[in-house]
């Protein structure tokens, strides 16, 4: 029975419920040793009635054992892993050591455990519990808590424990504290009601009660209650050594009365010697026959007369530690009832001692555990033990574990007597901390890996490559353009111009391609070389093209994001588009270590400028989460910019200035110019759409202004057709004609039909075109240009506009339609709105009709309704998207009724439809 926890029950049956009804979420239970964390687990546990259960415990000795948790949590469900799409599937069966083939993911890796988890909910639904989570390995608390962090939609409760202060992100906290005295008194009695059988026998419940005070007190309860804060181990374990006349309150308390490991110091000293050295034993290892064949081989039984053999003295001194309650056996492993029994024994034992008990478990273990049984064993620097961890973490980061693998390394490091070979694994170490998502850890390495680097030119730019790409993902970007334009590599080259171009250092980027064009001819020398050109003397086409001519021997999607920044430089921003969706999909599919949330950057700004907001919405909500996972502060910023893009096309005033200025916090003392500038952007772009033009134009000319670190040349080029809107009607024609000669500028070697539209629409908008007499022409040819639909619905509001002030309502309707249309589709709210008024100017009253619209869907579900038609099942498309199939078919369920259709034809029809443009009388 539980006392004093009523609260505490409801909260877990709560999220128990709601996981049974398809609403999961987690729950961490967080309180000292002690407190009751795993009774609550337990009746977690019981409670979900016809729900599976699966359960874990982190235990100390393997927290350093890659996967260890999650093998003994999924070892049940295994035969479910068919069910998964291929890329997870795989993942997830080298994690385990079940034959699959390592992705080295670990965002994969963790959607299917995620999927594996959804499958295992069928039909009634999972809860999932994980008891001192702070022992858990590293690789299986990432995959659990990222799992815990998108059960939403899947029928799962996840109950985590925590002792302590261990930081558990994204997941709601459940405090646990010392019983209330009422509680605490319920517990004392119940644990005297053996001690006071004899007084109870045969008396009515008030005399019963009235021994009970008797044999404790209400004065004694008082003070242990206040002496241990109501903890009911503590009480439990102190009740069990008081003499009657403590208890009676008789004599005095101890005085201070024992906590901690002092509950069972006693105990264990008590303990005979086998009995004591299985104990230790089992306190740095869990594998039940490794215990008790260490223990035969470090002696067992030498000192008794029994004659049973030093295996049989390891059973017998087994079963007295089970008989006096500190161990149980499980299956094949041996446990403590309380982990600060573990600790007891392990303070216990001589320093000595402890290593010879790693000595003799090292000497019959095999790979990962073999490994660090030696490096605990060891006295002083050992290379044969820092090379067999430095192969636990070859493994652990084969399989996608990589905080495992930094804290190996770190461990072979230290034992690693050549300063060379240190500093390399230290580097190494630094490397799997950051893909770990430990990017302090990773700093802290690599700097120690600089003290050890003894001046050798090769091992140092290593380190300073990665010390760059460490700045440039969640430091000053200025920083790394310093550090890395220090090397001498192509590829090192290749990262100072990506920080330069964050920054948004024109003269960086300049300098930097100079260097490349020293190199031989080939793709990224081409792009790098090509980009300085442009930036320079303007005269770097040639090599784009080039560069863009070779995309097609692209294979990895760092090769299809230099393509789109060849694409964008060329002005061809639709192009640039198309290339970084790509370099999104290859992402996805290979696995690209730690990048994805850097390549969804540019995934979601190629939708967004393609008009495919809510799919861009999508992308940067999910980059973003990944990104505040892996600690990717800067990446953080570029999806909060595109997020505040978003918003202001959509009218969201509150969201977007919430957006821009958490963007603006990170991206400004970051000198993150290109982020800075989006983020000034979204801001400009708000005031355009609710039609404060003067407010806007003030905006985009700062934009223009703002230099390197607060600003970006790209930013300034790709929202010159906004520019120049806000300047016309502001009345500033004179600041529209000179945006305009620079955007011929830019756009002079374009050669997408989307590119000349823009323009096209740029020149009529100032009058500079060959039919400057006639706008409207020129309006009418970037509409037959366009190819992105909400550009399109641009120029046809702006056209309608010009049509209906030149008294051709009847000519502006048609095209004020079209735009509305589109807008409402697109979620384009003040964009709908002054299309509306307009049409409404011209002698349209009525509503326009509305067709089953796909504005309905959420971002995810538009996702999945574009992928559906394009014709990827469930499993295809869960594995695009990080899901699990179960939570794609949650979603079509929720999709079909909004649409009012019925099957993934009619999905696919209906998507195809109204991603085709608005045709009315051959207008758009």
């Keep these: 029975m539980l006392f004093g926890r009523s609260a505490e029950i409801a909260a877990i049956d709560d999220v128990i419920s709601r996981a049974r009804e398809g609403a999961g979420d987690a729950l961490v239970l967080r309180g000292e040793a002690g407190v009751g964390k795993t009774a609550l687990l337990d009746l977690a546990a019981s409670r979900g009635g016809s729900m599976r259960v699966l359960r874990t415990t982190g235990v100390e000795p393997e927290s350093d054992l890659a996967f260890a948790a999650l093998h003994q949590l999924l070892r049940p469900v295994a035969g479910l892993l068919d069910t998964l799409p291929e890329p997870q599937r795989e993942a997830v069966r080298g994690a385990l050591g079940l034959g699959g083939g390592a992705s080295g993911d670990r965002f994969l890796l963790a959607a299917g455990v995620l999927s594996l988890l959804a499958e295992a909910a069928a039909p009634d639904g999972l809860v999932c519990v994980v008891d001192d989570f702070q022992w858990v390995d590293r690789a299986s608390a990432d995959a659990l808590l990222f799992a815990a962090r998108r059960l939403a939609t899947e029928r799962i409760a996840m109950l985590l424990a925590v002792r302590g202060d261990a930081p558990v992100k994204g997941v709601p906290p459940l405090r646990l504290g010392g019983l209330p005295e009422p509680a605490a008194a319920e517990l004392l009695d119940g644990l005297l009601q053996p001690a006071a059988a004899e007084l109870l026998g045969g008396l009515p419940e008030p005399a019963a009660a009235d021994s009970l005070d008797a044999a404790m007190p209400p004065a004694v309860k008082r003070e242990l209650v206040a002496a241990t804060g109501g903890n009911p181990l503590a009480l439990r374990e102190i009740v069990r050594r008081l003499s009657p006349g403590q208890l009676a309150g008789r004599e005095p308390l101890p005085d201070p009365l024992p906590g901690g490991t002092q509950l069972f110091g006693e105990q264990v000293a008590a303990l005979p010697d086998d009995a004591r050295l299985v104990a230790l034993l089992a306190a740095v290892e869990s594998d039940l026959d490794l215990v008790l064949r260490a223990a035969a081989r470090m002696g067992a039984g030498r000192a008794t007369p029994h004659g049973l053999g030093a295996a049989g003295a390891g059973r017998v001194a087994l079963h007295e530690l089970e008989v006096a309650g500190l161990v149980r056996v499980e299956g094949a492993s041996v446990r403590f009832r309380h982990p600060l029994i573990r600790s007891a024994v392990h303070e216990a034992a001589a320093p000595a001692a402890r290593r010879a008990a790693h000595e003799a478990l090292a000497g019959l273990s095999e790979g990962d555990r073999r490994a660090w049984h ?12 820092a090379a067999a961890l430095a192969e636990t973490a070859a493994r652990a980061r084969d399989r996608g574990g990589y905080g495992d693998a930094a804290t190996a390394l770190a461990r072979a490091a230290e034992l ?7 500093a390399v694994r230290l580097k190494d170490a630094a490397m799997a901390a950051w893909l770990g998502g430990r990017p302090g850890q990773a700093e802290s390495l690599l700097a120690e890996a600089r003290d050890h680097a003894g001046g050798e030119r090769a091992l140092e730019m290593e380190i300073a490559q990665l010390r760059g790409r460490f700045e440039l993902n969640s430091g000053s970007a200025a920083e790394a353009v310093r550090i890395l334009a220090a090397g001498d590599s192509l590829d090192m080259l290749a990262d100072a111009a990506e920080a330069a171009s964050y920054v948004g250092d024109t003269a960086a980027i300049v300098e930097i391609g100079r260097r490349a064009a020293a190199f031989p001819e080939g793709f990224l020398r081409d792009v790098l070389a090509g980009i300085g050109l442009m930036l320079s003397d303007g005269t770097g086409h040639g090599m784009l093209r080039r560069a863009l001519d070779r995309t097609r021997e692209q294979t990895e999607a760092a090769g299809f994001l230099w393509a789109t920044a060849a694409a964008s430089y060329l002005g061809e921003a639709d192009l640039a588009a198309d290339l970084a969706a790509r370099a999104g999909r290859v992402a996805r599919v290979s696995g690209m270590v730690g990048q994805l949330p850097v390549v969804l950057e540019f995934v979601a700004t190629g939708e967004r400028i393609a008009g495919r907001l809510a799919e861009s919405q999508a992308i940067s909500e999910e980059g973003l989460e990944l990104a505040r996972e892996a600690g990717y502060a800067n990446t953080v910023a570029a999806h909060l910019a595109n997020l505040a893009v978003l918003a202001a096309l959509r009218g969201e005033e509150e969201t977007c200035r919430g957006h821009a200025q958490e963007a603006l916090a990170i991206a400004i003392p970051h000198r993150v110019g290109l982020r800075a500038g989006v983020a000034a952007y979204a801001l400009a772009m708000l005031d355009l759409g609710a039609g404060r033009f003067a407010a806007a134009h003030d905006r985009f ?8 670190g607060a600003g970006h040349p790209t930013v300034v080029w790709r929202s010159t057709p906004d520019r120049i809107e806000a300047a016309v009607g502001a009345g500033d024609l004179e600041a529209a004609r000179a945006a305009l000669e620079a955007y011929e500028r830019w756009s002079a070697q374009a050669g997408t039909a989307e590119s000349r539209a823009l323009l096209t629409r740029c ?18 040819e970037a509409l037959r240009l366009h190819a992105n639909p909400y550009e399109a619905a641009r120029t046809a509001l702006l056209l309608g506009e010009r049509l209906r002030r030149a008294h051709r309502p009847g000519e502006a309707r048609p095209h004020l339609r079209a735009a509305l249309e589109t807008f409402r589709r697109a979620g384009a709210e003040p964009w709908a709105r002054r299309a509306h008024g307009e049409l409404r100017a011209a002698g349209e009253s009525a509503e326009p009709a509305r067709g089953p619209a796909l504005d309905v869907l959420t971002p995810q579900e538009l996702r999945i309704a574009g992928l559906v038609a394009d014709g990827l099942s469930s499993k295809e498309i869960a594995a695009q998207l990080f899901l699990s199939p179960r939570t794609v078919e949650y979603h079509l369920y929720k999709i079909y009724p909004k649409l009012g259709i019925g099957t993934r034809t009619d999905l696919a029809r209906l998507v195809v439809l109204q991603k085709a443009p608005v045709v009315e009388n051959g207008r758009l």
Aim: negative net charge; aromatic residues 0%; without cysteine.
């Design 374 to 385: 030696l490096a605990a064993a060891a006295l002083g620097q050992d290379e044969s033990v």
């Design 763 to 780: 020149r009529a908008l100032v009058g500079a075109g060959p039919k400057k007499e006639l706008p409207e022409k020129e309006l009418e």
């Design 701 to 708: 000319t700062a934009i223009v202004a703002a230099g390197p």
């Design 416 to 422: 690693t007597p050549a300063p060379h070979t240190r």
